[in-house]
């Protein structure tokens, strides 16, 4: 039989086998996800040999970051979300314009950020949980990171709408390629140039700036859309359209910053070794989580595309698939991880008290690891389809409306087993809560909607 061809990027990700189409997706995806996994890991393993208050400013630093991360996913994944439903439509002027619009806005997010985190850095680090003895490590990572803020936050936008437009291996490039200078800088500027930890946070922001330019190249080639300044159009129907679709990352993004934040003040009475603990484990999770997300950005634009062309029995299909390969393949490093916990520790930072704390906080995470699967999954299902009330309750339940009570209510009763069991229990009640959400949109796409006519429906008009 003869090998059936999809001729057009519409006609492949609205015909194209589901599976096949998301593996295909998700690779350069997943790669992306796990080598800046790698380079977070990395910043961690490097500063670690500098000392245990050096590794305790990298997580109190984290929250500034996930901050400038949760404005980039904010602009990204809302111009992003509604550029793969505009292509599913076949609306591409209106793809093109809140693609110009998102980028553009960032970039000035960026610079609002760096401007008043500079301003007032030398009390923000101490807001941010740190001790006296971490407080000079993380004056000096804090400030050189925000100088960085505008490009790294418009490099998070330039990456997800290269991946919502189906075109995720310029994305790996991009992404990729400044995460691998990121690992060769580290010891360079840490040890050879000996700058310490301020060097960590240079070979970071100068890092971003290569991936910056290598993903703003991206867009010029194949079939991805230009950053045409002539398209900023930021009327109200696209900052709505964008709030829709970038609400949901805000509240993830800007809760997991206040989390850490919480995180690092539960620990704040058992010492130094207690949030150097945290941050490493912090890192691995990410690692183990990174993955997973990589395999759901696979996903967004599938559902994205088909979505928009009315084809909602493909996107249930792609769902299901996600969900089930999720689980099978978290299970695994939940049980490798299990295993090592001590030995990974120790991998970044050779403390005998970091390395209890840490071992006991990593295997109880693991115990719950693999069900996220199923609200990551579902999360993203809500936010790429414009679910936005839905999208933002997942996104807040983890990390903000659960975890943040649970590790400042638990470490009075349970002391420092209190701040190690949080972040399980929220996973458990994050699960419970996402359940019921998911079970009823996946009623609504067990059947397809006409393709809707070039140009979209009334309602959709602007």
């Known amino acids: 039989m003869q ?4 001729g057009t990027k519409y006609q492949r990700m609205t015909e194209a086998p589901v599976e096949k189409l998301v593996l295909s997706m998700a690779a350069p995806a997943i790669v ?3 080598v800046s996994s790698i380079y977070n890991m990395a910043d961690t393993f490097f500063v670690g040999k500098i000392g245990t208050s050096a590794t305790g400013a990298v997580g109190v630093v984290f929250p500034v970051m996930a901050v400038i991360q949760a404005f980039g996913f904010f602009f990204g994944h809302g111009s992003g979300n509604f550029v793969s439903r505009a292509l599913g439509k076949k609306e591409n002027e209106k793809a093109a314009r809140m693609a110009v619009t998102g980028f553009l806005l960032s970039i000035l997010a960026g610079i609002l950020i760096g401007a008043v985190g500079l301003i007032f850095r030398k009390d923000l680090v101490y ?4 001790t006296d003895t971490i407080y000079p490590y993380a004056e000096s990572y804090l400030t050189v990171i925000l100088i960085g803020a505008p490009w790294m936050c418009s490099s998070f936008v330039l990456n997800n709408q290269l991946r919502f437009q189906g075109n995720a291996a310029y994305a790996m490039v991009g992404i990729s390629a400044g995460s691998i200078l990121n690992i060769g800088l580290d010891p360079l500027f840490i040890f050879t140039f000996r700058m310490g930890i301020t060097g960590a946070a240079l070979a970071t922001i100068l890092s971003q700036a290569v991936s910056f330019v290598l993903l703003l190249l991206g867009t010029m080639r194949s079939d991805n859309i230009r950053m045409k300044l002539s398209l900023f159009t930021p009327s109200l129907y696209y900052l709505k359209n964008m709030a829709v679709g970038g609400v949901p990352s805000l509240c993830r993004q800007g809760l997991n910053s206040l989390a850490t934040v919480c995180l690092n003040f539960a620990c704040h009475g058992y010492g130094d070794a207690a949030i150097a603990a945290m941050s490493v484990v912090t890192r691995v999770m990410m690692f183990a989580t990174s993955a997973l997300i990589g395999f759901g950005q696979g996903f967004q634009p599938v559902c994205g595309f088909n979505y928009g062309a009315g084809k909602y029995t493909r996107v249930r299909k792609a769902y299901l698939f ?3 390969s999720g689980v099978a393949f ?8 299990e295993f090592t916990a001590p030995w990974i520790i120790a991998l970044f930072r050779d403390d005998a008290e970091v390395i209890k704390k840490g071992a006991r906080a990593l295997r109880l995470q693991c115990l719950i690891f693999p069900l996220n699967a199923f609200v990551i999954m579902s999360n993203m299902l809500f936010q790429t389809i414009g679910k936005m009330f839905r999208a933002s309750f997942l996104a807040m339940s ?6 943040i009570p649970l590790v400042l209510l638990l470490p009075v009763f349970f002391g420092f087993d209190g701040v190690v069991f949080a972040q399980p229990a929220a996973d458990l009640v994050s699960l419970l809560a ?3 959400l998911t079970l009823g949109l996946l009623k609504e796409l067990k ?11 009334p309602a959709e008009k602007e």
Do not use: N
């Open 3 to 6: 090998k059936r061809t999809y």
């Open 32 to 34: 992306s996800m796990l």
């Open 127 to 130: 807001l941010l949980g740190s």
């Open 322 to 324: 996600c969900v089930a």
């Open 330 to 337: 978290l299970l695994i490093l939940a049980v490798i991880a």
């Open 398 to 403: 983890r990390q903000g409306l659960f975890f």
């Open 434 to 436: 996402a359940i019921p």
């Open 447 to 457: 059947t397809d909607r006409p393709e809707p006519p070039p140009g979209g429906s």
